[in-house]
């Protein structure tokens, strides 16, 4: 069964400096895509950054990218100098085609909080 | 703002009763798709519409069912209502169907559903 694990539900870090989320998973599929969504207070859910799991290069996306481990089942999110408008939950995600169809997995989210 | 749509955004019921979400797109979004976040289990995927077909299924109790109507809008009926239904419910849309939950989403406002 596909699952993902963010270990950290709570995380804090001062204005300007960097953070990095955690997130690990498990699937026997070798053709996925691993997401982070951030959930602001809005409730919202907005795509922060996505990586193939073909692509040895890791993503980035201005001040957000990922440290993707294949070997290790790992998809870790570095936030460089974070900002109030951080602030919020943030979800990591493993998205499998299988048997010709596709399953969505979400962890069960870390909340980042940005202290001035 | 995403481009998608939600409408109700809240609503209050009774169990045992029956009610309708209803989702409107991204224009040229041909994609979408159902969640449900609660407290105890998270964002859960519920199912996926392609141009009017069932593409894909998560965990999505069979009191539930959804469709997608010609005009790309998509309704997420819910029946006999139980308290544990109460939830936040969002729909997120994308512009293919070829690589389904691979593609990037764009997630609405969400409906807040109280069962009472």
């Known amino acids: 069964a596909q699952t993902v694990t963010q270990s950290q539900p709570e995380m804090s870090v001062q204005e300007a400096e960097t953070v990095t989320l955690s997130c690990t998973y498990d699937?026997?599929?070798?053709?996925?895509?691993l997401f982070w969504y951030k959930q602001p207070p809005s409730r919202q859910m907005i795509l922060v950054i996505r990586?193939?799991?073909?692509?040895?290069q890791n993503a980035t996306e201005n001040r957000f990218s990922v440290n993707f481990q294949k070997a290790a089942k790992s998809f870790s999110l570095k936030i460089s100098d974070s900002q109030l408008g951080d602030t919020a939950m943030y979800f990591c995600a493993c998205a499998i085609t299988q048997g010709g169809s596709e399953k969505l997995v979400f962890g069960k989210g870390t909340k980042l909080t940005v202290n001035p | 703002d995403s481009g998608v749509t939600q409408t109700p955004k809240h609503l209050i019921t009774a169990t045992g009763q029956r009610v309708t979400l209803r989702c409107s797109p991204r224009s040229g979004d041909l994609s979408v798709y159902w969640y449900q976040q609660s407290l105890d289990q998270g964002l859960q995927f519920l199912i996926q519409?392609?141009?009017?077909?069932?593409?894909a299924k998560g965990n999505i109790l069979e009191r539930f069912s959804a469709q997608q109507f010609p005009d790309l809008h998509s309704e997420l009926n819910l029946s006999s209502l139980e308290l544990g239904d109460s939830a936040l419910y969002f729909c997120a849309s994308s512009v293919g169907g070829v690589t389904g939950l691979l593609d990037e989403q764009y997630f609405g406002p969400g409906t807040r559903l109280t069962v009472t």
């Open positions: 519409y392609y141009n009017g077909e069932e593409r």
């Open positions: 990586q193939e799991a073909y692509k040895q």
């Open positions: 699937t026997s599929e070798n053709n996925y895509y």
